[in-house]
């Protein structure tokens, strides 16, 4: 397997003779079917602010500006005209079952009523054009304008919330202030006890890695607050942009990272132990399932961003690599989700391995990576994607890890049963355990 020449140097990968650098992931050659597979995922733009100023965030200091030209609250008229194109794609495709994601900014920003109201619209739109069809809606949020009365709202209307935080301490959240740069953690600490009272409306967390914390403390203090699922995301960078981090001894200092939360959720037998996405979705690859989500895996890309202006997007990931990046010059009001699925943008990570850098296509690993989330394989050298992802190193790492942890425990699951019968002795930590529901209610993006 040929590997890029550091973490913090460029991919080797140029782009084709005839081929425009600043699009080079708009590839043309290789078509969709006639008919792509439906969108089944709308992130929802509902606010374009935050009131926090998390030390990462891409989107307020990232490359991409184009926050300050969008409303602040998505106007009436545009959550109308979403609700009309999400339900003609629902009913086109025959899609069952479809998921909302009602972000931001901070979506709560908007006031709960008007996020109801938002997913109230969407479903009787859908309810009309495509009856049967099952409408999940989730908030993601900070946190911090969470109350019981707002929990209450959600709860009568069906919505579920998912928190962004980065642990389970202050320290731990340190990243995490205001725009005055006070901590968001006391006030987050109330939203993930307010969530843990009402199982019935917790999605669960989403937490931004920070190599420099200890991720067995990160995994105990993120389970006590009771989350159903968890998922750890690495901080969005790419070929030009290096994570932080990377300056530490290691050459994978994620992979270290993440095998030690790993091994102390696998290790994790008390009730009530959270799904965790990115490990789940690896051992379901491993096992020869498809994958559910943009951070691993080859399946085609099932999700689009709808902004507060009405812009069709691309995931926010993208923010992260130059200024409209996630842009398609789509917009709820002229287009349909079909264009969308038609853009090149768009159709191109559809693709599957025809989309990857030959040295993915080298990889032994490639079918469970995938080549990695697609925004941190921008390389500003070449103007493209089709690299492996700045994190290659440590994904191949942490996939033989896991990957050798799942073979020893088949293995040793086989010898109980040949021992014991075909149910095995009582209390064995299956791989098939950590396995029950891998497609979990929890975004990719913060
Ligand atoms: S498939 Fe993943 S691990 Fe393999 S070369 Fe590509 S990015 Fe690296």
């Given at each position: 397997?040929?590997?890029?020449?550091?973490?913090?140097?460029?991919?080797?990968?140029?782009?084709?003779?005839?081929?425009?650098?600043?699009?080079?992931?708009?590839?043309?050659?290789?078509?969709?079917?006639?008919?792509?597979?439906?969108?089944?995922?709308?992130?929802?733009?509902?606010?374009?602010?935050?009131?926090?100023?998390?030390?990462?965030?891409?989107?307020?200091?990232?490359?991409?500006?184009?926050?300050?030209?969008?409303?602040?609250?998505?106007?009436?008229?545009?959550?109308?005209?979403?609700?009309?194109?999400?339900?003609?794609?629902?009913?086109?495709?025959?899609?069952?079952?479809?998921?909302?994601?009602?972000?931001?900014?901070?979506?709560?920003?908007?006031?709960?009523?008007?996020?109801?109201?938002?997913?109230?619209?969407?479903?009787?739109?859908?309810?009309?054009?495509?009856?049967?069809?099952?409408?999940?809606?989730?908030?993601?949020?900070?946190?911090?304008?969470?109350?019981?009365?707002?929990?209450?709202?959600?709860?009568?209307?069906?919505?579920?919330?998912?928190?962004?935080?980065?642990?389970?301490?202050?320290?731990?959240?340190?990243?995490?202030?205001?725009?005055?740069?006070?901590?968001?953690?006391?006030?987050?600490?109330?939203?993930?006890?307010?969530?843990?009272?009402?199982?019935?409306?917790?999605?669960?967390?989403?937490?931004?890695?920070?190599?420099?914390?200890?991720?067995?403390?990160?995994?105990?203090?993120?389970?006590?607050?009771?989350?159903?699922?968890?998922?750890?995301?690495?901080?969005?960078?790419?070929?030009?942009?290096?994570?932080?981090?990377?300056?530490?001894?290691?050459?994978?200092?994620?992979?270290?990272?993440?095998?030690?939360?790993?091994?102390?959720?696998?290790?994790?037998?008390?009730?009530?132990?959270?799904?965790?996405?990115?490990?789940?979705?690896?051992?379901?690859?491993?096992?020869?399932?498809?994958?559910?989500?943009?951070?691993?895996?080859?399946?085609?890309?099932?999700?689009?961003?709808?902004?507060?202006?009405?812009?069709?997007?691309?995931?926010?990931?993208?923010?992260?690599?130059?200024?409209?990046?996630?842009?398609?010059?789509?917009?709820?009001?002229?287009?349909?989700?079909?264009?969308?699925?038609?853009?090149?943008?768009?159709?191109?990570?559809?693709?599957?391995?025809?989309?990857?850098?030959?040295?993915?296509?080298?990889?032994?690993?490639?079918?469970?990576?995938?080549?990695?989330?697609?925004?941190?394989?921008?390389?500003?050298?070449?103007?493209?994607?089709?690299?492996?992802?700045?994190?290659?190193?440590?994904?191949?790492?942490?996939?033989?890890?896991?990957?050798?942890?799942?073979?020893?425990?088949?293995?040793?699951?086989?010898?109980?049963?040949?021992?014991?019968?075909?149910?095995?002795?009582?209390?064995?930590?299956?791989?098939?355990?950590?396995?029950t529901d891998v497609r979990l209610p929890v975004v990719d993006e913060e």
């Amino acid at each position: 397997m040929s590997r890029p020449d550091s973490p913090r140097g460029e991919p080797r990968s140029r782009p084709q003779p005839g081929r425009p650098e600043a699009h080079e992931h708009e590839h043309k050659h290789e078509q969709e079917p006639q008919t792509p597979t439906g969108f089944r995922q709308f992130v929802l733009k509902v606010h374009s602010r935050c009131n926090l100023a998390c030390t990462y965030c891409y989107i307020y200091t990232g490359p991409d500006g184009s926050w300050r030209e969008r409303p602040h609250r998505i106007p009436e008229a545009t959550v109308r005209q979403v609700a009309y194109r999400i339900a003609e794609h629902t009913a086109a495709h025959r899609i069952g079952r479809i998921r909302l994601d009602l972000h931001g900014g901070e979506p709560l920003l908007a006031g709960p009523g008007f996020l109801v109201a938002y997913a109230d619209r969407v479903r009787a739109a859908v309810r009309e054009a495509a009856p049967g069809a099952r409408v999940d809606v989730t908030v993601q949020t900070n946190g911090t304008l969470l109350t019981p009365a707002v929990l209450d709202r959600f709860a009568a209307a069906g919505i579920r919330v998912g928190l962004s935080l980065d642990g389970g301490s202050a320290d731990l959240n340190a990243r995490r202030v205001d725009h005055a740069g006070r901590p968001s953690w006391p006030a987050v600490r109330r939203a993930a006890g307010l969530l843990a009272a009402r199982p019935e409306t917790y999605a669960g967390l989403l937490s931004t890695i920070d190599p420099v914390t200890d991720p067995r403390e990160v995994y105990r203090s993120l389970r006590r607050l009771g989350p159903p699922a968890l998922d750890f995301l690495l901080p969005h960078a790419h070929w030009a942009a290096a994570a932080p981090g990377r300056h530490r001894p290691s050459p994978t200092p994620y992979a270290d990272w993440l095998i030690g939360a790993f091994e102390q959720w696998w290790a994790d037998r008390e009730p009530g132990r959270p799904r965790l996405r990115l490990f789940s979705e690896i051992l379901a690859l491993l096992l020869g399932a498809e994958s559910a989500t943009e951070a691993v895996g080859t399946s085609p890309l099932a999700v689009v961003v709808v902004d507060t202006d009405g812009a069709v997007e691309q995931v926010d990931a993208l923010k992260s690599a130059y200024d409209g990046a996630p842009a398609t010059g789509l917009d709820v009001f002229r287009n349909s989700f079909d264009e969308a699925l038609r853009h090149p943008g768009i159709a191109a990570r559809r693709q599957g391995l025809r989309a990857l850098a030959e040295e993915c296509l080298a990889c032994p690993v490639v079918r469970v990576c995938g080549g990695g989330n697609y925004a941190h394989r921008y390389s500003a050298r070449t103007g493209g994607f089709r690299h492996p992802s700045v994190y290659c190193a440590d994904l191949e790492r942490l996939i033989r890890h896991l990957a050798d942890r799942l073979a020893g425990e088949l293995e040793r699951r086989t010898r109980s049963r040949t021992r014991d019968g075909p149910s095995g002795p009582p209390g064995v930590h299956s791989a098939q355990g950590a396995l029950t529901d891998v497609r979990l209610p929890v975004v990719d993006e913060e």
